[in-house]
């Protein structure tokens, strides 16, 4: 142990002295000089700084330009950056300056240092050949310090089993700190003390989630492990009940009144926060007056306030498997802001003239009052247009055929049609699976996509143009950058081997190729593998005040307007509307971009929970069919295993590669495939193969295939 501290003092006092010949303003100094900086005195200690001087000198990480006189090379000894762990608890740091190469870490250098932290590193002379090699000397920011596990208690002390792979430690619990949990139950712990020298942390019970299986349980556990709470702070529903149902005379001022024109929603039959609607009206000069009105949140969430910090923190709201977790309470998701039918609603609204070609002549932005004539659902919309009869036909038909010029117009233009396959469950009373269906996206839906993009297009636009350079308008526009084409050059390779030719020569050369790869993909088994691997080679939409692009939508400037009830960026976004039309000045956009920054980080994590619950619903599903065999399709290709997506049931599980007995399999990565190393039998991502379930973990919401041979 002494041996391991003093190995310690010393990277520290290394990054000590590389600290003052840093500052040295490129002078060389002796040992003497370097303790006088760091007011070492006793005789000892700058013996060890003489002999750290020279053994840097020696590995090439100081240069002694006379001899006993010291100088820092270019070369940078200590990085930050965050951790990367790996399954055998080493890690990868990936430096935050993104000019600097990974630096490998081992799980014994790693001090504590947890997956996703944020740390500085002390980089070793790397050898001829070597990859970069370090040690973690400071962790500056944990990424979190609470996790969700089970509970484990004895008559002298309790210990959780963390549910995160990437956290490789149990948290020890004095009996002092249980918070009344028992045995077995699944909870929510915060990391309070990490002694240098134990190998585990010390940790207190903030929450008890229920009985591990529980269908409650295991939804609040996931929302717990993602960092969304369970519930709203008093204060914050004290705001919102607070807030009148009825407007008053002073709401409607200055409003453009709709509520003679005729409106309706359609939404998803179990939807309850409508927040957009449609306003049709014929013009006498033979063209259409179309309103995209979208509630207005922003009236009754107000800048500082409590609801208004609270939706900040949460970003979004969180759709589970069988439950929304809103972004606003329910007083206003499902009430006050919801667009129902037969009420008198507050709405910020784009208003366009279109011709019978969707041409637009006109278009008006402003806070409108609205009527909701009708509530749709997509079912009921799309009855309609299939039959050409039904509530308000006249109408929804003649949308449906302007939003499918714009929508080919869009795709002309290069915008590029993603139509991946979403999985729904079907749950009994206690939210257990029963049966698994495919969602299907018809007109219906189609139609109200449309016109939301033409809405979220044409703000984003009006404000783009409002000014230039430094005269600008600060503003939150949906970016999307062009596809990296190493990425898209390795999947064209791989569509090629199902017949389909992708053309890398320009954006709009993509995009065509990718749209008839998806016609032709679509209805055919392998449709979800490659259309998830067309998205994963794509770059993520993100949230920022730059103007910049929408490369999937093809549009030059693009915004998120539509989905305020849900979405934080949308009521920023309705704020600086009203700001600008109202004349005032450009918004500051630091403060901006670091909110939109938050907003793309938390709609991430969002993603990450719904496929949690989506992949532990899998699990369960499966749990009743252990032993059934099954036809699958190759999904994903690792060093460990290769994932298979159930072409019945679209439930995804692993076959271990350590499992196929006939051979020695590898991973050839850069062909999505592996490979027998003495037969050289090749399963090939997109392959289909008969499988067999073999166990399920619905803790580690984990399912392990067996392979049948064909």
């Known amino acids: 142990m002494a041996k391991k501290k003093s190995s310690q003092i010393k990277v520290v006092l290394t990054q000590l002295i590389s600290d003052v010949l840093e500052n040295s303003n490129n ?25 750290i001087l020279k053994e840097e000198a020696r590995r090439g990480v100081f240069s002694e330009p006379q001899k006993g006189k010291f100088r820092l090379k270019e070369l940078k000894t200590f990085i930050t950056g965050k951790v990367d762990l790996t399954a055998d ?33 002390y980089i070793y002379a790397k050898k001829s050949g070597r990859k970069n090699e370090g040690e973690v000397v400071e962790i500056i920011e944990r990424l979190r310090t ?26 020890f619990i004095p009996l002092t700190d249980l918070a009344g949990a028992k045995s077995g139950q699944k909870v929510q712990v915060a990391i309070t003390d990490w002694p240098e020298a134990a190998k585990n942390p010390i940790g207190k019970i903030i929450n008890i989630l229920g009985t591990q299986g529980e269908n409650n349980t295991e939804m609040n556990a996931i929302l717990a492990q993602y960092g969304f709470p369970l519930s709203f702070p ?11 149902e009825t407007l008053s005379p002073e709401d409607l001022k200055d409003r453009r009144d709709f509520r003679d024109t005729l409106t309706f929603t359609i939404d998803p039959a179990d939807a309850k926060d409508f927040d957009d609607a449609i306003s049709f009206k014929k013009l006498e000069n033979g063209n259409y007056e179309i309103g995209i009105h979208i509630a207005d949140v922003s009236h009754y969430v107000t800048p500082q306030s409590a609801l208004d910090k609270e939706a900040y923190s949460r970003a979004t709201s969180v759709y589970l498997v069988d439950r929304v977790i809103p972004m606003l309470p329910e007083k206003l998701s499902n009430g006050v802001c919801s667009l129902r039918p037969n009420e008198d609603k507050l709405c910020f609204a784009a208003v366009f003239e279109l011709d019978e070609k969707a041409n637009i002549l006109n278009e008006w932005f402003g806070r409108t009052v609205i009527h909701s004539d009708r509530r749709f659902s997509y079912e009921e919309a799309q009855e309609v247009i299939e039959n050409k009869a039904g509530d308000h036909a006249e109408e929804i038909l003649k949308l449906n055929e302007l939003a499918y010029i714009l929508r080919d117009r869009k795709f002309k233009n290069g915008a590029i049609s993603f139509e991946s396959t979403e999985v729904k469950f079907k749950l009994d009373e206690t939210g257990k699976p029963v049966g698994v269906y495919v969602k299907e996206r018809k007109d219906a839906h189609k139609l109200i996509e449309d016109f939301m993009l033409l809405a979220n297009k044409k703000v984003a636009e009006f404000i783009a143009k409002k000014g230039k350079g430094k005269s600008k308008y600060t503003f939150i526009y949906r970016s999307h950058d062009s596809p990296n084409l190493e990425n898209l050059g390795n999947f064209a390779l791989f569509a090629a081997r199902f017949g389909y030719k992708i053309n890398t020569k320009t954006d709009k050369d993509i995009a065509k190729s990718l749209n008839f790869l998806m016609e032709d993909v679509e209805g055919k088994k392998e449709q979800n593998v490659l259309t998830q691997l067309a998205i994963r080679s794509m770059a993520k939409a993100v949230y920022t005040t730059k103007k910049t692009s929408h490369y999937g939508l093809a549009f030059d400037h693009y915004t998120h307007f539509t989905s305020p009830i849900r979405r934080y960026p949308d009521v920023m ?37 719904e496929r949690a619950s989506i992949k532990y619903k ?35 599980g692993m076959i271990r590669l350590k499992d196929i007995a006939d051979d020695f399999y590898v991973l050839d990565e850069k062909n999505y495939c592996i490979v027998g190393q003495r037969k050289k039998k090749k399963y090939q991502l997109g392959d289909e193969v008969n499988v067999k379930v073999k166990r399920v973990d619905l803790a580690k919401r984990q399912i392990d295939f067996s392979l049948l041979q064909d």
């Open 573 to 609: 976004v309705h704020r600086l509307l009203a700001a600008y039309l109202n004349g005032e000045r450009s918004a500051n956009e630091e403060e901006y971009e670091i909110a939109a920054s938050h907003s793309s980080a938390m709609e991430k994590r969002a993603a990450d929970a």
């Open 89 to 121: 608890g080493a890690a990868f740091i990936i430096p935050d300056d993104e000019f600097e190469k990974d630096v490998f870490v081992s799980a014994r250098k790693l001090h504590n240092a947890l997956h996703g932290d944020k740390v500085k590193v």
């Open 618 to 652: 899998q699990v369960e599903y499966l749990e009743e069919n252990i032993g059934n065999t099954y036809r699958g399709l190759i999904s994903g290709v690792t060093e460990w295993g290769m994932y298979v997506e159930l072409l019945e049931n679209k439930c995804e």
């Open 27 to 51: 002078e060389a100094l002796n040992y003497k000089q370097v303790s006088a900086k760091l007011n070492i005195k006793d005789d000892e200690s700058r013996e060890t700084i003489l002999e």
């Open 234 to 244: 008093k204060e914050v529903e004290t705001e919102a009940e607070a807030i009148p």
């Open 146 to 171: 609470d996790f969700i596990g089970v509970i484990k208690i004895s008559d002298r002390f309790a210990f959780v089993t963390v549910d995160d792979k990437k956290m490789q430690h149990d948290i």
